[in-house]
């Protein structure tokens, strides 16, 4: 399986960060997984964004105050993020990666990872 | 959201043992997952459920669970090991949101 991004990679401040991520070696329309975004600043940690799952409910990062919107588009096999009114807080290597559940029971699941990342994009936000 | 609480910073000369901790209230609840981050590279999941290893994943690693903290083990470092290392596991109270720890640079002396 190989994830590869893809977007602009400048963003002027107020403005949608828009990314796609690619799929290939297999199906984003699999019901054992999910689809996620994780970025890192320069220098810093990484930081999940959030999270689309088979059902097409979506969960993203409480702090990032639903800036956040994502979607999956079966015909192309990619899924893509958008985040609007970017600042300069939003500069960072943008990954996706595929999500797994450690367990599911009675319709709860529980200890999300992700197994397989994209190489990641770098996106700067700046006038 | 809860944070996982990790060291900065861990130095070890080659052929040592070196440990990192991951501290965070919801480890008793959620499985740890740790990723091993190269300079330039994307992470790669070293540990995952707490001590297992995924396939290609050298024996040196190895994870173990107390309480709250959960420790990675990397034994007979080597040069090829520095890198950053991340934690992950997830919130408390909502089992779909992720949470990483803030990193732990591993410098090979």
């Known amino acids: 399986l190989q994830l590869q991004e893809s977007g602009p990679g400048l963003v002027k401040p107020s403005e949608t960060l828009s990314l796609s991520c690619t799929v290939s070696g297999g199906s984003v329309s699999g019901s054992s997984y999910y689809w996620g975004w994780i970025r890192q600043p320069p220098g810093k940690g990484l930081e999940w964004i959030g999270s689309m799952y088979y059902s097409g409910k979506t969960h993203h990062n409480p702090s990032l105050k639903s800036r956040v919107t994502m979607s999956v588009d079966t015909s192309k096999n990619q899924f893509s993020l958008k985040v609007r009114s970017v600042t300069a807080a939003d500069t960072a290597v943008y990954y996706c990666a595929r999500g797994l559940f450690g367990y599911c029971n009675d319709g709860d699941c529980y200890s999300p990872h992700f197994d397989y990342w994209g190489q990641g994009t770098l996106v700067s936000v700046s006038s | 959201s809860h944070e996982l609480t990790q060291p900065p910073s861990v130095a070890v000369s080659p052929g040592q043992t070196a440990r990192i901790s991951c501290s965070g209230d919801a480890l008793p609840k959620h499985s740890t997952y740790w990723y091993q981050q190269t300079p330039g590279q994307a992470p790669v999941m070293i540990l995952y459920k707490d001590t297992e290893r995924p396939s290609g994943i050298p024996e040196r690693f190895s994870g173990s669970s107390s309480g709250t903290t959960v420790t990675l083990t990397i034994s007979g470092v080597q040069a090829e090991d520095e890198a950053d290392y991340y934690c992950?596991?997830?919130?408390?109270?909502?089992?779909?949101?992720?949470?990483f720890g803030g990193g732990t640079r591993l410098t090979v002396l």
């Open positions: 992950q596991s997830a919130d408390i109270s909502d089992s779909y949101e992720v949470v």
